[in-house]
């Protein structure tokens, strides 16, 4: 089953800043730091046609290795949002409450580095 109109839409917002945000990070040589990135879109609906958004939330969540510099994901979150990000802009205008969470989990070591020999 496909999505649907609506769903596209969100999935657009996600595709967008996601895109925005690993692009940023990667020119900030931090990529090899963060084992995870990950981007959650909560949303709600009006209840009468035409059932536009009323609040969109998103949540940018990165396990990252230690040391690595909140600041800089941070930046590289606002840049998508402020600067980069058609759709996030666009969105903005059109929803009431649009707003997003940055969700950093420091990780003391990447799984699968050292496997001790095992294979």
């Given at each position: 089953m496909a999505a649907r109109p609506m769903e596209y839409f969100t999935l657009s917002v996600a595709g967008c800043t996601g895109m925005d945000v690993v692009a940023i990070l990667d020119k900030m040589k931090l990529l090899d730091k963060i084992r995870c990135f990950k981007l959650d879109i909560d949303y709600e609906r009006e209840k009468e046609h035409p059932r536009v958004y009323t609040w969109v939330k998103l949540v940018y969540t990165f396990e990252v290795e230690k040391g690595v510099l909140r600041d800089k994901i941070e930046?590289?979150?606002?840049?998508?949002?402020?600067?980069?990000?058609?759709?996030?802009?666009?969105?903005?205008?059109?929803?009431?409450?649009?707003?997003?969470?940055?969700?950093?989990?420091?990780?003391?070591?990447?799984?699968?580095?050292d496997d001790g020999g095992q294979s």
């Amino acid at each position: 089953m496909a999505a649907r109109p609506m769903e596209y839409f969100t999935l657009s917002v996600a595709g967008c800043t996601g895109m925005d945000v690993v692009a940023i990070l990667d020119k900030m040589k931090l990529l090899d730091k963060i084992r995870c990135f990950k981007l959650d879109i909560d949303y709600e609906r009006e209840k009468e046609h035409p059932r536009v958004y009323t609040w969109v939330k998103l949540v940018y969540t990165f396990e990252v290795e230690k040391g690595v510099l909140r600041d800089k994901i941070e930046r590289a979150v606002r840049l998508s949002q402020d600067k980069y990000c058609s759709v996030s802009a666009m969105l903005k205008k059109a929803v009431k409450d649009f707003n997003y969470e940055i969700v950093i989990e420091e990780v003391p070591e990447f799984e699968g580095e050292d496997d001790g020999g095992q294979s």
